[in-house]
């Protein structure tokens, strides 16, 4: 008997499959600061696995002239749109979360996309009838990898982290779920992903989000 009573989702790639262009974005942002610091410093951020918005924070960082900083946000957000406007969601999603529901299971979300983006997603799709909090980059100080979403949802219904179970589809989310200390399940094809740091451990692997109903 499985003692999880609060399930926290990532939204894009995990219950939402968009077509967010997210290396076309990184390439792009990246671009920007090869102006902006020295070669040198260029080179290690260009091998420094990281995320976008740390980049786009970088780039406000570095951009002594400014203007720099509203282009990338410019180029992040028009990329989020134009994916979202082509996502779709799998078959079994909303079949999945009915079940967790009827099975008393606290439903929530952790997403590093933003509130507008996050709503619109919601809205298209109808998963705000399954979700009890959801938590965006706009609701935090830090975005994943930093837990503080994901603790703030546990806090908010009162859960431990050995009642809590993350699901996600990238080394973003395992390395929150590592982060805060809480279990987690990886939506994709094949072996988790690795972290900055080194290979996490997951405690499920599944290609489809009706397999975590086995888990439970």
């Known amino acids: 008997m499985s003692s999880k009573q609060l399930i926290v989702f990532d939204l894009d790639g995990t219950l939402i499959q968009s077509n967010i262009d997210y290396m076309g974005i990184r390439d792009e942002v990246r671009e920007m600061l090869k102006d902006i610091v020295p070669p040198d410093e260029y080179q290690i951020i260009k091998d420094t696995p990281t995320t976008i918005l740390n980049l786009v924070e970088l780039v406000k960082t570095k951009d ?46 952790f997403t590093n996309n933003s509130r507008k983006l996050t ?51 990238s080394w973003l989310d395992a390395e929150t779920a590592q982060i805060a200390g809480v279990d987690f399940i990886y939506f994709g094809d094949s072996s988790a992903p690795g972290t900055r740091r080194k290979k996490i451990e997951v405690n499920k692997i599944v290609n489809k989000i009706s397999e975590i109903l086995n888990y439970f």
Do not use: C
Request: no cysteine.
């Open 119 to 169: 709503d619109y997603g919601m809205k298209k799709f109808e998963l705000k009838q399954y979700t009890d909090v959801v938590i965006t980059r706009d609701d935090v100080e830090e975005a994943k990898p930093n837990p503080e979403g994901l603790i703030k949802i546990m806090n908010h219904f009162n859960k431990s982290t050995e009642q809590t179970i993350f699901i996600g589809d």
């Open 64 to 109: 002594a002239l400014g203007g720099l900083f509203e282009k990338a946000w410019l180029i992040v957000e028009e990329a989020e749109r134009i994916g979202y406007e082509e996502a779709k969601i799998d078959d079994d999603v909303h079949s999945t979360l009915s079940k967790l529901r009827l099975e008393n299971f606290n439903i929530a979300i």
